[in-house]
C-alpha cells in the first residue's frame, strides 16, 4: 500500500512587511537583502500562536477532500514555533478544530520538518494503521528572531500549510522515495542559545538575546549548497529519471542561491523550479507546503507529476523526497 496527498492548503498572516520596512530599522539595504537571498517581502503575525496560522489551513484541506475534524485519525505538525514547549501544537490544533478521535505529536525537524514528517505520515498511513494524517507544517518565525541582528532577522517570515495524507492502491501515484540525512555536528552553526533544558529561560538567557535564532550563515551556506543538492541528484538517479522527467523541484526556500545551485545539479531549467521566497522568505517546516499549495491552486501540477521536494536545515538535516502528485487539476 502506498500513501498520497489527498489535500492541501497553506495560509500566511496578513501583514505584509518589504525590505525597506528594515532598512529604516537596521543597517542594510533592499538591494543586498534581494542580491544576497532572493527576498523582496516577507509576512508576520505579531499576535497569535503557530496553531492560529495553522488552523485555517487544516479546516480548508479537511474541507476540500470532503472530510470532517471528527475523521481525522493522527495529527502531525512539523514546526520548531509551536504554540508552547508543551502541550504539542498536535493537540491544540486538535482542539481548535474539533479533531476529537485523533491522537498527534509535533515534530522538530526545523527546516526539514516537513520533509521529515511527510515521510513519518506516509510510512504510518502505509502500515496500515492509520487511515489519514492531517499533516501540518509551518513556523511563526517572527518569534524567534531578533530583530536587531541584520545577518537573520531579514531571512525569515511566518507561514505554513496542511496535507491530508492517505492509502491509495494507484500504483502510479504517491509518495515513492526518499533520501532523509542529519549530521548533529551542525548545531553549534544554527540553533536557539536558550530556552531549552540545557539553557532555561533566565534573566540572563533574556537580556542576552539568546531565545532567537542564531546562525552562522556562512557556513550553514556551503553545507546547505552541498546536502540539497546531493540529495535531491541521489534521489534522482535512484529512482532512473532525467531533468526531462521532473515536473518540479519544490525545494526549502532559505537563499535563492542555494535553489540555483540545486536545479543545476539536477540539470533544470528555472521554469521546473518553484520560487516562492522573494514573497515570504523562509518560513522554515511552511516553505514546501506553502510551494506545493500554491502550484495546485495556481493549476500547475497535474496527476502523475514527478515532484522532487528538497531541504536543507538546522540540525543539520536535510533530505529529498519523491512525489507523483495523484490530484487532478484544481477546479
Ligand atoms: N544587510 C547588509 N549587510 C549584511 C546583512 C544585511 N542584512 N547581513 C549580513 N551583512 C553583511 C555581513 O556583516 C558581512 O559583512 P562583512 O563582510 O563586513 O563582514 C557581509 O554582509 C557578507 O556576509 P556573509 O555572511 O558573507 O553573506 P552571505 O553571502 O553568506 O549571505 C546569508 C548571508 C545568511 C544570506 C547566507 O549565508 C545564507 O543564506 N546562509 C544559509 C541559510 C540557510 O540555508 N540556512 C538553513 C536553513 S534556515
Given amino acids: 500500500m502506498r500513501a498520497t496527498i489527498t489535500a492541501i492548503a497553506h495560509h500566511v498572516p496578513e501583514a505584509v512587511f518589504d525590505n525597506h520596512w528594515f532598512e529604516s530599522r537596521l543597517d542594510t539595504t533592499d538591494e543586498w537583502i534581494q542580491s544576497r537571498t532572493g527576498i523582496r517581502e516577507r509576512h508576520f503575525a505579531f499576535e497569535g500562536g503557530l496553531s492560529d496560522i495553522l488552523v485555517p489551513s487544516a479546516l480548508e484541506a479537511l474541507s476540500r477532500r470532503g472530510l470532517r475534524p471528527e475523521d481525522v485519525e493522527l495529527i502531525i505538525v512539523a514546526t520548531v514555533t509551536g504554540d508552547r514547549v508543551f502541550p504539542s501544537t498536535a493537540s491544540i490544533i486538535q482542539n481548535k ?11 522538530a ?5 516537513f520533509l521529515y514528517a511527510l515521510i513519518t ?33 531579514v531571512l525569515f517570515g511566518d507561514g505554513g500549510g496542511c496535507l491530508v495524507i ?11 522515495d526518499y533520501v532523509l540525512k542529519m549530521d548533529g555536528r551542525g548545531e553549534p552553526h544554527l540553533h536557539q542559545k536558550a530556552g531549552g533544558s540545557l539553557r532555561p529561560p533566565s534573566i540572563e538567557t533574556v537580556t542576552n538575546r539568546e531565545h532567537f535564532v542564531y546562525q552562522d550563515g556562512k557556513t550553514v551556506f556551503k553545507s546547505a549548497v552541498i546536502g540539497m543538492a546531493d540529495a535531491s541528484h541521489e534521489i534522482m538517479v535512484r529512482n532512473g529519471l532525467e531533468a526531462k522527467d521532473i515536473a518540479w523541484l519544490i525545494p ?11 536545479a543545476q545539479r539536477m540539470g533544470l531549467t528555472k521554469d521546473k523550479v518553484m520560487v516562492n521566497i522573494d514573497r515570504y522568505g523562509n ?3 511552511g516553505t514546501i507546503p506553502i510551494c506545493i499549495s500554491e502550484l495546485y491552486e495556481q493549476r500547475k501540477i497535474q ?10 536545515g538546522a540540525g543539520y538535516t536535510w533530505g529529498a523526497i519523491l512525489v507523483r502528485w495523484g490530484l487532478e487539476k484544481m477546479q
Avoid at 525537524?109 to 520538518?113: K, T, Y
Avoid at 526549502?252 to 540545486?262: K, S, V
Fill in 109 to 113: 525537524g526545523a527546516c526539514s520538518g
Fill in 303 to 312: 496527476k502523475g507529476d514527478a515532484l522532487v521536494l528538497s531541504s536543507f
Fill in 97 to 107: 478544530i474539533g479533531a476529537v478521535n485523533a491522537w498527534g505529536f509535533d515534530l
Fill in 121 to 153: 505520515a506516509a510510512k504510518m498511513v502505509e502500515s496500515g494503521t492509520i487511515k489519514n494524517v492531517l499533516l501540518c507544517s509551518g513556523d511563526k518565525m517572527s518569534a524567534i528572531t531578533n530583530f536587531e541582528d541584520r545577518s537573520t532577522c
Fill in 283 to 285: 518560513t522554515t517546516a
Fill in 252 to 262: 526549502h526556500q532559505a537563499n535563492l542561491r542555494i535553489i540555483d545551485a540545486t
Fill in 166 to 176: 492517505e492509502p491509495t492502491d494507484d500504483n502510479s501515484i504517491g509518495i515513492i
